[in-house]
């Protein structure tokens, strides 16, 4: 594995789409105690339900501890590898190499900068170096080789692109005083440009309410296919969701993607609002003192958080009246692949959904 | 990764030769406190230069745990790969899988038990849960199935093969009582042969003095070619090696292989003794209060202690005036590979040599 310093868009490399042809997925196995309530025996069983949703169309790799391996390999069926590899938390999305490829069909990484979603400002744990190490680890696992930027803080789960030149953001996140405080916007615009390879970024102001790693892009808006994207979207005007959500379809009415094209533009419905519960956690060992959840808290549940394999489109329930809903609206845009809805409460009170615990790998040749 | 318990000669597999082709080779990165003098530092750089002699010809993964990962990443050269795994010492032969391949070329790997070199008869160290893991573990990686014969102590440094149906061992080891005192002989020459897919073994009485693996074949003879050995020679009558060595020969010299061939015979002179220091003694972090060396403690040096790669064959060097003669003489017998030599006294007083920190894993399809 070469640690490369130049710039992947003067090498010819930039960011796939998701719903292009993926090599395979990583999954990170969840272990932390002050994330994953009661051992996290229900959020493995969550994790291994994707897991097994994506391998049925691609190679499944998920990574886990030494201390939580012997659980990985004995809950995940043989058909998932399963590597030992050390992290601080299992966000995949975030930490896990964004991975380039050229017209070649050559696959590299991207090492960005991780401070835990907002470092000493408003980070959610502290330390975050093992986190920090993985994308290196996971490029020399697949040998590939992998660009260094990590002098610039940004999570796979912040942006997401068409593959045909666009990114999409949020302002919340990537403008956040936790991450390059010191970079304006436009710095951060060239950046994302410079190692995705594209061409033109569109800035949403917010993601979804109380989601706290700064509202995540992957949370409230990702592309479905080139010139169209699915936004989380809220009907109920006393929720503040819905000025958030009315605000990014706003913008995404008046805009164009890298090729000039007008958004078509489908509405999921969100589901009702969901609760983090006192028993849940009651599960959760807090360290130093520091309470990660109360009873009561709003969580950021959204079926946008949702991951497209080679066969299927993965999508969260949350045994909502909107899961029959949404599911449908999923398969009337993705015909030709079969939308599996898994009951994601138990990712979801760890922080994140079924995209931010997953991470594609492009295939190589094409 | 399926786990098999059928048994690998029914299944139709058996293990190659080392002198056959090679897909790559795994080393462990040393780490532990009571083996390696002073963090490991000389070793390190002893291993690094048996990985990059390999690294010529052959894939080289090094595995290292999460503790020590970053020392691996910075001191190998970036065309070696490093994947994180947990072990509890360096010692790749002797706990990496047994890899067997069948007439297709599929490979698969044997998941023999580990006891540590006798358990709590005459073990050298305990615990040693995480090195009986490694075999699983690397298996997963290279997406292998693994049978499963946990039931039977085995180190892979306690047979060599010569892929046409021979086994040759010592009885010091494999009927020694820290292993499997619960078989008879013939019990375990089954095993072995099931298991690596053979049809004779041959049993050497003994090794080299003082080897504390209770006396390993790797340390003392080798198959060079099919019906053709190398044997660690000592010509001082004064020294215990002698008559160790001498009857190795007598037995070799009447004996026959699977196929009825009579053995070419290729001595290797030994080294003069080589002693532990005081200094290096006091480089050691004893656990316990048990030291595992004392200073003027013989070392069980051995040029036969070599790895065969697709290009080259690795062999160790003492600062020794045998050296020279030893690499002539793998030189004539090896004519087509280049014979390396590597000062590996930083490996020997750990415990072994380079044969010891490698195994080889067989080109899938030939």
């Given at each position: 594995?070469?640690?490369?310093?130049?710039?992947?868009?003067?090498?010819?490399?930039?960011?796939?789409?998701?719903?292009?042809?993926?090599?395979?997925?990583?999954?990170?196995?969840?272990?932390?105690?002050?994330?994953?309530?009661?051992?996290?025996?229900?959020?493995?069983?969550?994790?291994?339900?994707?897991?097994?949703?994506?391998?049925?169309?691609?190679?499944?790799?998920?990574?886990?501890?030494?201390?939580?391996?012997?659980?990985?390999?004995?809950?995940?069926?043989?058909?998932?590898?399963?590597?030992?590899?050390?992290?601080?938390?299992?966000?995949?999305?975030?930490?896990?190499?964004?991975?380039?490829?050229?017209?070649?069909?050559?696959?590299?990484?991207?090492?960005?900068?991780?401070?835990?979603?907002?470092?000493?400002?408003?980070?959610?744990?502290?330390?975050?170096?093992?986190?920090?190490?993985?994308?290196?680890?996971?490029?020399?696992?697949?040998?590939?080789?992998?660009?260094?930027?990590?002098?610039?803080?940004?999570?796979?789960?912040?942006?997401?692109?068409?593959?045909?030149?666009?990114?999409?953001?949020t302002?919340?996140?990537?403008?956040?005083?936790?991450?390059?405080?010191?970079?304006?916007?436009?710095?951060?615009?060239?950046?994302?440009?410079?190692?995705?390879?594209?061409?033109?970024?569109?800035?949403l102001?917010r993601g979804i309410y109380?989601d706290?790693?700064?509202e995540h892009i992957d949370n409230i808006c990702a592309?479905?296919?080139?010139?169209?994207v699915v936004l989380a979207w809220c009907d109920?005007?006393?929720d503040?969701q819905y000025?958030m959500s009315k605000e990014c379809l706003?913008?995404l009415?008046?805009?164009?993607?890298?090729?000039?094209?007008?958004?078509?533009i489908y509405k999921i419905p969100q589901p009702?609002?969901?609760?983090?519960?006192?028993?849940?956690?009651?599960?959760?060992?807090?360290?130093?003192?520091?309470?990660?959840?109360?009873?009561?808290?709003?969580?950021a549940a959204s079926y946008v958080n949702f991951?497209?394999?080679?066969?299927?489109?993965?999508i969260p329930?949350?045994?909502?009246?909107n899961?029959?809903?949404a599911?449908?609206i999923?398969?009337?845009?993705?015909?030709?692949?079969?939308?599996?809805?898994?009951?994601?409460?138990?990712?979801?009170?760890?922080?994140?959904n079924?995209h931010?615990?997953?991470?594609?790998?492009?295939?190589?040749?094409?």
């Amino acid at each position: 594995m070469k640690i490369l310093s130049s710039v992947p868009k003067n090498d010819g490399f930039f960011m796939p789409a998701e719903f292009e042809k993926h090599y395979g997925c990583i999954i990170i196995w969840p272990e932390r105690a002050d994330s994953w309530q009661y051992g996290a025996v229900m959020a493995r069983k969550a994790f291994t339900e994707v897991a097994k949703a994506i391998a049925q169309s691609e190679k499944v790799t998920v990574l886990a501890s030494d201390a939580a391996y012997d659980t990985a390999r004995e809950m995940l069926p043989d058909y998932i590898r399963v590597v030992e590899m050390t992290s601080n938390d299992s966000w995949a999305r975030d930490y896990a190499p964004t991975f380039l490829k050229n017209k070649k069909g050559i696959i590299r990484g991207v090492d960005w900068g991780f401070n835990a979603w907002g470092g000493l400002v408003d980070g959610l744990y502290f330390p975050w170096d093992k986190d920090n190490r993985i994308a290196r680890k996971i490029c020399d696992l697949y040998e590939t080789d992998i660009y260094n930027v990590r002098d610039f803080i940004l999570e796979g789960g912040s942006f997401h692109v068409d593959g045909q030149g666009t990114v999409i953001t949020t302002e919340a996140c990537l403008l956040s005083r936790g991450r390059n405080p010191e970079m304006t916007k436009n710095e951060i615009e060239e950046k994302l440009k410079n190692y995705i390879g594209a061409e033109k970024v569109i800035w949403l102001k917010r993601g979804i309410y109380n989601d706290e790693t700064n509202e995540h892009i992957d949370n409230i808006c990702a592309f479905a296919a080139p010139g169209e994207v699915v936004l989380a979207w809220c009907d109920d005007k006393n929720d503040p969701q819905y000025e958030m959500s009315k605000e990014c379809l706003d913008i995404l009415e008046k805009e164009t993607d890298a090729k000039g094209r007008k958004f078509k533009i489908y509405k999921i419905p969100q589901p009702q609002p969901v609760f983090m519960t006192d028993y849940e956690c009651e599960g959760l060992i807090n360290f130093n003192g520091e309470p990660t959840r109360t009873g009561g808290e709003r969580l950021a549940a959204s079926y946008v958080n949702f991951y497209i394999s080679n066969g299927a489109v993965i999508i969260p329930g949350f045994n909502d009246e909107n899961d029959v809903k949404a599911k449908n609206i999923f398969q009337n845009i993705f015909k030709d692949r079969e939308v599996i809805q898994i009951y994601a409460r138990d990712i979801l009170i760890g922080g994140g959904n079924i995209h931010c615990i997953t991470q594609q790998i492009p295939i190589s040749k094409q």
